[in-house]
């Protein structure tokens, strides 16, 4: 890879979809090199150009497979989850008793460890009252393989040991010979897998009660987290929460967040007063 075809597959996946790889040269030739021997393509500028004149889009969705990082797994930073079951669940029970309607939404979602884990903690949590409540979690990434997988809801044995044995008995079954377990259908209809870009205009009719978006922004430059936190912000209900990764930050003055715990964001409250207020 020269530096100025590795500058141009870089530039397109930093325009497109956020993520800086303008310093991981190697990371990026390293995954993309076996595809392009197995294509046939002699360049990657060859490779950019087919690319570019593909109007079915599998080539830029291929492409985004292979560079996303998508590490992830059942009950990651788990603090967050004990934080919602602890606060904002409670909170959210009475502030939503009248509409029952949550709406939470998981924007870098991968192979589905993060949403279904929120998935079990709703369930949960709302116990026999979760009939009455819609808490669908609504499930994104960029990625269509890892999105495909999260569907699936396989994971191997290692993968949900670490979940609560009430849990794991529930909410899978064994398959091939227990090596395996499949999501039951109970809780893969709580999560709603769909393809999004974060980047682009975000669809949402209805303002959101929480967002998880964790271990995706470390991708992103400064300008492109900026805005986006911006967006994230304006999208939430006041009094709305935002969880980001634990090695994450996010930059005061950007938008009034309040820092309700390391790594957990608050809209504050006030502004809904305000807009009752102003009626
Ligand atoms: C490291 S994983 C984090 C998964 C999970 N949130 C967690 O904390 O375990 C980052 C995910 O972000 C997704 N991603 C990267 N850029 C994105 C973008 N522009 N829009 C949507 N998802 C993106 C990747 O495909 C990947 O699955």
Known sequence: MTDLEFRRISMFLKDRYGIDMTHKKEIMDGRLSNMIRIRGFDSYDA???ALMQDSSGE???????????????FMREFEHFEYMKKVVLPYLRKEEE?????????????????????????LDFFGLEHDKWD???????????????AVRGVYKKEQIAELPDNWKRRFFRPVE???????????????????????DDFPFRKKLHVIF????????????KQSLIKKLYDVLEPGGYLFVGRTETIEKGNVPFELVEPSIFRKPLATKEEAIWRK
Request: charged share 20%.
């Open 213 to 224: 978006l964790r271990n995706v922004m470390i991708y992103f430059d400064r300008p492109t």
């Open 177 to 199: 010979d227990g090596e395996y377990f499949a999501v039951t259908d109970e809780l893969k209809k709580e999560v709603l897998f769909r393809q999004f870009n974060l980047m």
């Open 47 to 49: 490779y950019m150009n």
């Open 98 to 122: 009248n509409t029952q309607d949550l709406r939470i939404w998981c924007g870098a979602a991968s192979s589905g460890e993060e949403p279904y884990t929120l998935a079990m903690l709703l």
């Open 135 to 149: 808490t669908t979690v609504l499930a994104t990434d960029i990625s269509t393989e890892v999105l495909q997988s």
């Open 59 to 73: 080539m830029e969705k291929e492409l985004v497979n292979l560079l996303s990082t998508n590490h992830t797994y």
